[in-house]
Structures are given as C-alpha cells and as structure tokens.
C-alpha cells in the first residue's frame, strides 16, 4: 500500500445512522467512532495511518487492508488503499449505494402509509415498486 485513495459514496448527504444500517444490510459489520475522525485505520511501513469515522476490518468484502468511511464537507467517502480500490469500488461502492436509496424509498414509501415490494433480479439489480394502498 503506497498510499490511501478516496472515492465518493453517494451523491447526497447520508446521516451516520443510514450509512451503519445500509453497511449492516449489506451484511457488514463496522466500527463507529465516537467522535468525527475518531479511528485510524492501520497504515503500514509504506504510509501512515489515515482517521476516519467508520472503520472496517481486513478481510472485509475480501479487501487486504482495513479501510474506512470519512465524512468530509457533508458526504461520506471511502478511503482505502490503492491495492483495494478496485475491488471496493465493484464490491461495495455500487451496493452500498444501492442500500442507500433502496433505505430512501422505503421511508418515504412508509411515511405515506404505502407498501414497497423488492424483488432482487438475477443480476443483482433491486427493483422497488411502491404500491398503491389497498
């Protein structure tokens, strides 16, 4: 690992809490700091280690490195090493995006008292359709 990458998660602003459930749907188990960049993720002798707020462990998604979530100016980003960019890119940015608005629709379908029914396609892709009531 010569050094940490970043690369944006979502095009809008996700509260912690919504981030911890989508990456718990997702079937991932992740360290919240208690403060803003209260973690440091590992580093190694290459490069020092870098804060972020939501720290996962090595092994993650098959990632070789631990690697982390850092709020920066309102939206989350990944920060990783460049060994695990790619990889976390196709194996958790597009998913964990997916969890994200997949949460989005759901809350706004539930707060209008509308049934959402999910249907996961055999390539992957989530299909909601919000019902009407009744």
């Not at 749907?25 to 290459?46: K, S, Y």
């Amino acid at each position: 690992m010569s050094r940490y990458v970043r690369l944006a998660l979502a095009d809008r602003a996700v509260a912690r809490d919504e981030l911890l459930a989508a990456l718990s749907e997702l079937g991932l188990t992740a360290e919240a700091a208690e403060l803003p960049g209260g973690l440091m993720l590992t580093g190694n002798f290459e490069c020092a280690g870098e804060p972020v707020d939501v720290r996962l462990p090595p092994g993650a998604l098959g990632a070789i490195a631990d690697f982390g979530l850092r709020l920066e100016a309102g939206r989350w980003q990944l920060v990783c090493g460049e060994h695990d960019r790619a990889h976390l890119e196709s194996h958790l940015v597009g998913p964990l995006r997916q969890a994200l608005e997949a949460a989005r629709v759901r809350a706004a379908a539930a707060a209008a008292g509308l049934p959402v029914d999910a249907v996961r396609e055999a390539d992957g892709t989530l299909r909601l359709r919000v019902r009407p009531p009744g």
